[in-house]
């Protein structure tokens, strides 16, 4: 037995080795395509790092909600370092990621050869992986949304230092990108099934009240950030991709501060009809993921690549669901979430909402492929 129990683990520390093996060379491919990208979007965060390095303080409040890529920027131009110290943050960040996606996987598929095909996707998504050059906000934020997911979904139990470090992964997390604080609205509703489900039901109530305020106040104060950020006028322009303006003002019912929770409501419930049509067309924008502008052999790739998991993911939510996992619920609603957002304001230009929750789509995906005698007995008195 102890011969066969050694075999197999050589064989996953070569499966391993070998998705390694892949990272190194997808990344190196990317770099010398693309080299390191200082301009497009990355230039209004060097040039907001030069502005607080200059005076001390960001030009709008809108900038701490991307502070972490513009203080690493600060701190390389500060320290007189080349940009490439950045991208080499940024692929370590990534090979971290990638490894705690692997266990993520092992974790949630129960099957190693699973796991390692989920693990293969995530490597070869090239529009996902992209990022590791750029000096956007992008590849470290997608690199802290795996690394924290695979921690919270691991936890077999929850302690004060846990919660300590859900605060402070959740607050980097929200402040290296706005949709950061999503993660953390997950994390509360993954918690309270998994961990709460022996509170009694006044408890229970607290909990959500106390929760569900925190979420909106901290939404609340990140929409009224100020800056360039105007939640209206996605609407206002008819965007289905930001920036693309398909109307020059839509005469539309709104209040006059819409940039907060209560503006965004009066907007749908006073603008129906164009709500739910402009919804229509960012779904098909948002899970389609072709674009106009792209190559037919792009959108081919593209759809070749993702629409399969999308088919496949049915199938793995059912067979997760009938596990009772409760990790479903967290991928599930960060899923969801990210779409509403988009619902809320528009579709990125390259995609990079849908990508932010493609490693999700994989795990769900190969979860299709579980048998049923694979069914996790941790879950066994867990009612969803």
């Not at 603008?271 to 959108?299: I, P, V």
């Not at 967290?330 to 390259?350: F, G, N, R």
Request: hydrophobic share 50%; glycine share 4%.
């Amino acid at each position: 037995m102890s011969f066969f129990k050694n075999l197999k683990i050589t064989v996953l520390k070569r499966q391993f080795i070998l998705l390694l093996f892949l990272w190194a060379v997808v990344q190196a491919l990317l770099i010398r395509q693309y080299g390191i990208v200082t301009n497009l979007e990355a230039t209004k965060y060097i040039d907001e790092a030069n502005h607080l390095l200059q005076f001390g303080k960001f030009n709008t409040n809108n900038h701490y909600l991307y502070s972490t890529q513009i203080f690493l920027i600060a701190g390389v131009i500060k320290l007189h370092l080349g940009f490439s110290v950045i991208v080499v943050v940024q692929l370590l960040l990534n090979l971290l990621a990638t490894v705690m996606f692997y266990k993520l996987s092992n974790f949630f598929l129960k099957k190693p050869l699973l796991a390692t095909g989920a693990t293969l996707f995530f490597i070869i998504n090239i529009p996902y992986q992209l990022y590791t050059g750029y000096l956007f906000t992008e590849s470290i934020f997608y690199s802290l949304t795996i690394i924290y997911s695979s921690y919270v979904l691991r936890l077999e139990k929850l302690t004060s230092k846990d919660w300590l470090f859900i605060l402070l992964f959740a607050t980097l997390l929200s402040i290296t990108r706005p949709t950061g604080i999503l993660f953390f609205a997950v994390t509360l509703l993954y918690i309270f099934f998994r961990f709460l489900n022996n509170l009694g039901l006044l408890y229970k109530i607290i909990t959500i009240s106390v929760a569900l305020a925190i979420f909106l106040v901290a939404i609340n104060s990140m929409l009224q950030a100020g800056g360039s950020l105007d939640f209206m006028l996605p609407f206002k322009k008819e965007n289905i991709i930001c920036g693309v303006n398909t109307v020059n003002n839509a005469d539309i019912n709104t209040l006059e501060k819409g940039n907060s929770i209560q503006g965004i409501v009066y907007y749908m419930f006073n603008n129906k009809e164009q709500f739910l049509r402009l919804a229509r067309l960012k779904t098909l924008a948002f899970f389609g993921m072709l674009r106009t502008y792209y190559s037919l052999s792009h959108n081919i790739l593209l759809a070749l690549f993702f629409y399969p998991f999308y088919i496949l993911s049915f199938v793995g939510v059912w067979k997760k669901i009938k596990q009772r996992d409760t990790a479903i619920i967290y991928i599930i609603s960060i899923i969801l979430l990210y779409w509403v957002t988009t619902l809320l304001t528009c579709d990125d230009w390259h995609n990079r909402f849908v990508l932010t929750v493609s490693p999700f789509l994989f795990l769900l995906g190969f979860a299709s492929f579980i048998k049923k005698d694979s069914a996790s007995k941790e879950f066994d008195n867990v009612h969803l």
